[in-house]
């Protein structure tokens, strides 16, 4: 059950993107002259740097990008941390490079990949060459697929198992970025699972290895691990959540999917979707804990609780976010033979 709707509830556009209401469908079938033209720009932009038509900035450290195909809500902000910190565990100096918009993964990384130093700058060549004036070797640029601008030894394509459709439209007629074709330029694909079944990641997998046989595919789950206190740093089971009155809140590409993995453990969730990256205010902290008035608490995702945090209301049932457990589920030696590769490659660079 959702409580009463919110004018910045996020999932208006995945219904309009998914659904096969007569409403969302007339609207996508206007929508679709503007779909072939964006799919008619990608693929000239692509061309041009295919042919070497426009050029990629060479860095002064290896690269690995951390994108994918579609907008918001695969799971790239933990899988950007979980491989800085494998790398740095590995000996390496890693940084993670980001376009700095919103602030929300710059913040969520202090807590994902402690440690790491974070670059945030519009200008991703700009990023790298700051991470590398502050002693970094390694850069881990978070969602850069489509960031041809600046050369790399890595694209890490993440793809969601827990998505609606597997092949969905471009924008704005549906969430894709590029079409699936464009994994031609992938050195690695991650599916990555949250509430979505073994066989769902099976079929995705299917799905690329028909078009894109003999590519390197690693399967992950991100599994909700437990719950954080955003107050007092306190820890607790999931399972504390079953017989508790929940106010679930969550401001990300697919709420859905954090949702559903919070209904496997309580009985009585109440949920409460925005907009990815939305800008939480004091209103909205106010809107939140008004509705969660009598229940025991209310629970969102880390994103969201790096905002709502600061301005949570003092007389508002506690808040607490989930913290996530990144298991590798298949393709562990894929993973490996390329963080092996980029560690190597920092050597080459120094010379």
Known sequence: MNLRPHKKDGRRITRLWHSNAPGPVLTRTLLAPLAWTFAGAVRVRNALYDRGLLRSAPAAIPV???????????????????????????????????????????????????????????????????????????????????????????????????????????????????????????????????????ERVERVRELVLERFPGLAIVEVWLAPAGLVNWSSGARRELE?????????????????????????????????????????TERDAAFIADCAAGFDAVVCTLKDAVKLGPIWPRQAPEL????????????????????????????????
Do not use: C
């Open 320 to 351: 607490w976010y989930v913290s996530q457990r990144l298991d590798v589920e298949e393709g562990e030696s894929h993973l490996e033979r390329m963080l092996a590769r980029l560690l190597d490659l920092r050597h080459s660079y120094r010379q």
């Open 240 to 280: 504390t959540m079953r017989e508790q009155r929940v106010v679930a809140v969550a401001g990300i590409g697919n709420p859905d999917a954090f949702f559903s993995q919070l209904a496997t453990h309580s009985r009585h969730l109440e949920r409460i979707p925005f907009r990815d990256h939305h800008a939480f």
């Open 64 to 198: 690995v990008s951390v994108g994918n195909l579609s907008v918001g809500g695969t799971g790239k902000t933990p899988l950007a941390a979980f491989l800085s910190m494998r790398l740095k565990a590995a000996g390496a100096q890693p940084a993670l490079v980001m376009r700095g918009v919103g602030g929300d993964e710059s913040r969520a990384y202090a807590v994902l990949a402690p440690g790491v130093p974070v670059v945030a700058d519009a200008d991703r060549v700009r990023g790298v060459q700051t991470a590398a004036a502050r002693g970094a070797d390694i850069a881990v640029l978070d969602d850069a697929f489509q960031h041809r601008r600046i050369r790399r030894e890595a694209d890490i394509v993440v793809i969601s198992a827990d998505a609606p459709d597997i092949r969905p439209r471009l924008l704005p007629s549906g969430p894709q970025r590029e079409p699936l074709g464009s994994l031609r330029r992938a050195d690695l694909v991650v599916i990555v699972r949250k509430a979505a079944s073994r």
